[in-house]
């Protein structure tokens, strides 16, 4: 009686398959990593470099380590930028997200006539550039040529320059609330369109009046949009640089060369010919924005739980 030898299992190979898989995947991924590299990470890292040595008059350019970090900490100009961008932040950012939850709120309430044509006049905007709306703003500033001029003449009053040193932040901060308020009422209105109707619906059987609905329902559901807004916010309000350098040449007198951590840096470079120093202002204001948009984002996350 013969016995036949026991077949020989074998098995498949998924690792090669699996290990082939992933490859496959870094490979869809890698002209985006090349790009985000080379327009990221890239300058970022010679921005590093660059704070850590300086260029000096006898050795060149010699390695400083954070003596460049120890100066511009301690240099009362910085602080002083730093200073009246966080004011324009403190106040420019709530006014600018309160009208933009007011207005799409005012929207999605179904009872704002022609909502559509609003919808896109306040976001309209958005559209103009900068530039352009800096330029417009300013025109319309001016006491001699411009809207102010125009009306101290024809009502014979005399209305305060907008583009003098005590208003002149105010007037910037005006101009950057008209360009965005459309796009962070976008944002909450796209995040209110997606709340289920059911939910206004059983509000309303319950005895729910409009406030409460928002209060309840819409304001807790569109939480997340309200912390990406802000955040957004929060990095543009510390970037202010194109209004300020439009308005400069309106302003001379209340608009200087440092009036913003960017003019600052701006102004070291391509002025001063201090690449080092204007490279530690830049890597000290992404530091501090991002440690500031970071503990919103905690806290946000922390009251949505």
């Avoid at 995040?191 to 509000?203: D, F, G, N, S």
């Amino acid at each position: 009686m013969t016995h036949s030898a026991p077949a020989v299992i074998r098995e498949p190979a998924p690792v090669r398959r699996r290990a082939k898989r992933s490859w496959t995947g870094w490979g869809f991924l890698a002209p985006f990593m090349a790009v985000f590299a080379l327009v990221f990470l890239a300058p970022i890292a010679y921005s590093i470099y660059l704070s850590l040595f300086r260029n000096q008059l006898v050795g060149g350019n010699a390695f400083v380590g954070l003596e460049n970090y120890q100066r511009t900490l301690t240099d009362p100009v910085f602080w002083a930028a730093f200073t009246r961008v966080a004011l324009f932040l403190a106040v420019q950012v709530p006014v600018m997200l309160g009208i933009s939850l007011f207005v799409a709120l005012a929207i999605d309430s179904g009872r704002l006539y022609g909502k559509n044509v609003f919808r896109i006049s306040i976001f309209m905007p958005y559209a103009v550039p900068a530039v352009v709306a800096a330029l417009m703003w300013g025109f319309m500033y001016g006491t001699r040529f411009g809207l102010i001029g125009n009306i101290n003449e024809a009502f014979g009053v005399s209305v305060p320059n907008p583009l003098s040193p005590d208003f002149v932040l105010a007037a910037i901060g005006n101009i950057v609330t008209w360009e965005f308020v459309g796009y962070n009422m976008l944002i909450f209105y796209s995040a209110l369109r997606v709340i289920p109707r059911t939910l206004y619906e059983a509000a309303e059987i319950d005895g729910a009046g409009q406030w409460r609905i928002i209060q309840a329902i819409k304001l807790p559901a569109i939480r997340g949009a309200l912390v990406i807004a802000t955040i957004f916010s929060i990095i543009g309000s510390f970037q202010v640089f194109n209004e300020p350098a439009i308005l400069q040449s309106l302003a001379p007198n209340a608009i200087t060369t440092n009036f913003t951590p960017n003019m600052l840096a701006y102004s070291l470079s391509f002025s001063g010919q201090q690449y080092n120093a204007s490279a530690t202002v830049a890597i000290i204001m992404g530091v501090i924005t991002m440690v500031i948009a970071y503990a919103v984002q905690l806290r946000g996350m922390r009251k949505e739980v």
